[in-house]
């Protein structure tokens, strides 16, 4: 089935004298400065720091608000024999979170015990399962990750239980007094003063390693142990700021950067046996395969398990034990793909009533037969394929669970915000929402969404997807040269995108092939002149019959090379096509 999302094509255009002058200062070739300014990078400074990113850069984690109580709480805890309960959440986020800290108290020697919330059973972050766990495992300290912001109910129940609450999160805090607890590290408090606001979940966990191990060196140099277990930790926070689409700025990058390596060194049974699970091109781990082998096996373990098995993993100290547990979490993550297949296929047959985007500017698709794991996912799906907004819900018992994606442009808030008074529970970002609603109400929240949505868009469809790419390229200007220097510049990641490239009038130098399992991709050989690359489109195989002999192709870009067997080739990476109509013109 054709996409129904119009797609335009647009080059960014940065000013060509500021392109030239940074080109010539910073000695990098004029294409990498196009990519650089793009991305609004425009000193020679700010081109070294990326291209030598040092450790030293990292702010002292003490400046974080609250920072200085949760250390000395803590060194408490361990001095004392207390019992510390590490708290995290069933995401990417918290899982490596909590994984830093356990591993960081155990090295203190301290008693620590860890807690996953069950998705299915206990829900997002703290809840009554929170005050069963610190009884069941009578700790007097409890150390969350990634939550407890607005955890303000269930921290006041544990301090009436005599457990003392330490706080590490990166949520918005809500207006209004933060939660009564011994420390609440979150550099998004109001009242932050640190340098830098974008750290996620396992970034803060990580700053209280480091903040930790400063202490026990007592002002001076840490130990080698130390050294290396933070260098360790870095490669859990790599995965977590990679996952949860912090902008890859500051000590972001900083983190991604270093953890990358530790990631590709693999030095625990548990980071080998995943990186090993997730089948890489051998010798690179990229922030790419971060984000799509390494995170999804993870939060595979959560949807359609529990997250505790992707904790035990990272913590286990056996190989083969952590060959079975990256076994286990790599079958969850096969598991969940063929979910989402199916439910992909259903909702965009379901989609089909109202396929008219003028008129049905957004799409509530709901059923009984979908697993609310996995509607997320799928309704990110939906909004690419359908170009506008999608809000995709399981149903059981009468209650249907949804999640809610959009286009640039349209908030969620503005939209979901039209049903108040018909759901149980709905909440999120302008980005992302999930909500909660009785499902007997579900074609009255369509046609209210609807409605708004209508207003919103001035009764027009909603405005065409538009693909950027940073300048055109020829084909004979790519090679080793030009992919070995924009390498330099990794890791990308959010608000600091890859490169894309245009490239127009390539003809076909072999026919298309099919490519995965599922047939949804395919590969084929372009050429200008004398230059022919491969390239391989994602996604894009049920657009192959476009392609004729003949009939210039343009196409739109991101380099990359491909290691099979010690061998590696240059190719690229299509992210959208245009046969015969030049989408630039
Ligand atoms: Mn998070």
Redesign the pocket.
């Known amino acids: 089935m054709p996409s129904n999302a119009p797609i335009r094509w647009r080059l960014r255009r940065s000013d060509p004298t500021i392109v030239a002058e940074l080109a010539r200062r910073a000695g990098v070739s004029h294409i990498a400065a196009t990519v650089l300014a793009n991305r609004g990078c425009t000193s020679s400074e700010e081109v070294k720091r990326l291209l030598m990113p040092s450790l030293h850069q990292l702010h002292d984690p003490l400046l974080l608000p609250d920072m200085p109580a949760a250390v000395a709480r803590v060194l408490a805890a361990v001095r004392a024999k207390e019992t510390i309960l590490v708290h995290g959440?069933y995401?990417v986020?918290?899982v490596t979170g909590t994984t830093i800290l356990v591993k960081v108290l155990e090295h203190m020697g301290a008693k620590v015990r860890w807690h996953i919330p069950d998705r299915h059973k206990d829900g997002y972050a703290f809840g009554p399962h929170s005050l069963e766990k610190a009884k069941e495992t009578g700790a007097t300290l409890v150390v969350s990750v990634?939550s407890g912001t607005s955890a303000h109910e269930w921290i006041e129940k544990l301090g009436a239980m005599g457990v003392d609450v330490v706080v590490t999160d990166?949520?918005e805090a809500k207006p209004g007094p933060l939660p009564r607890c011994v420390a609440v590290v979150n550099a998004k408090r109001a009242d932050s003063t640190y340098p830098f606001r974008e750290l996620?979940?396992?970034g803060v966990a990580f700053k209280l390693a480091w903040a930790l191990a400063q202490a026990r060196a007592d002002g001076g140099k840490v130990d080698e142990a130390w050294r290396s277990l933070l260098v360790e930790c870095i490669g859990y926070a790599a995965i977590?700021t990679v996952c949860?689409v912090v902008p890859m700025r500051d000590e972001n990058r900083l983190i991604a950067h270093y953890g990358l390596r530790e990631i590709q060194a693999g030095r625990t049974p548990g980071m080998r046996a995943l990186v090993d699970a997730c089948n890489l091109p051998q010798g690179r781990v990229s922030s790419t395969t971060i984000g799509y082998q390494i995170g999804p096996r993870i939060n595979a373990a959560g949807r359609l398990a529990n997250a505790r098995i992707a904790v035990e993993l990272f913590l286990s100290k056996d190989m083969d034990e952590a060959r079975r547990l990256a076994a286990q979490v790599d079958a969850l993550n096969t598991a969940r793909k063929d979910k989402e297949r199916v439910v992909v296929d259903e909702a965009v047959a379901m989609a089909a009533r109202w396929i008219d985007a003028r008129h049905h500017p957004v799409l509530v698709l709901a059923s009984e037969a979908w697993d609310p794991g996995v509607v997320g996912i799928v309704a990110g799906r939906i909004v690419g394929r359908m170009g506008r907004p999608a809000v995709v819900l399981g149903v059981k018992d009468g209650v249907a669970k949804g999640s809610a994606r959009t286009i640039a442009g349209l908030s969620l808030m503005d939209v979901m915000s039209a049903g108040d008074g018909l759901y149980e529970t709905w909440g999120g970002h302008h980005q992302a929402a999930g909500c909660t609603i009785k499902a007997e109400r579900l074609d009255a929240l369509r046609e209210r969404l609807v409605a708004r949505a209508r207003e919103l868009l001035r009764g027009e469809p909603p405005p065409p997807r538009v693909h950027e790419a940073d300048c055109e390229l020829p084909l004979s200007a790519y090679g080793e040269l030009l992919l070995d220097e924009l390498e330099r510049f990794e890791p990308w990641g959010q608000d600091f995108q890859g490169p894309v490239f245009a490239t127009r009038d390539l003809r076909l130098a072999e026919q298309p092939t099919i490519m995965g399992k599922d047939r949804k991709h395919f590969s084929v050989r372009l050429r200008s002149g004398d230059a022919v690359f491969k390239a391989k489109a994602f996604g894009l195989a049920e657009r192959m019959g476009e392609l004729t002999p003949g009939t210039p192709i343009h196409v739109l870009w991101r380099p990359d090379r491909n290691t099979f067997r010690g061998t590696t080739t240059i190719e690229m990476t299509i992210e959208d096509f245009a046969v015969g109509v030049d989408p630039l013109a």
């Open positions: 959440d995401d986020d918290g990634d990166h949520h996620c979940g396992g977590a949860d």
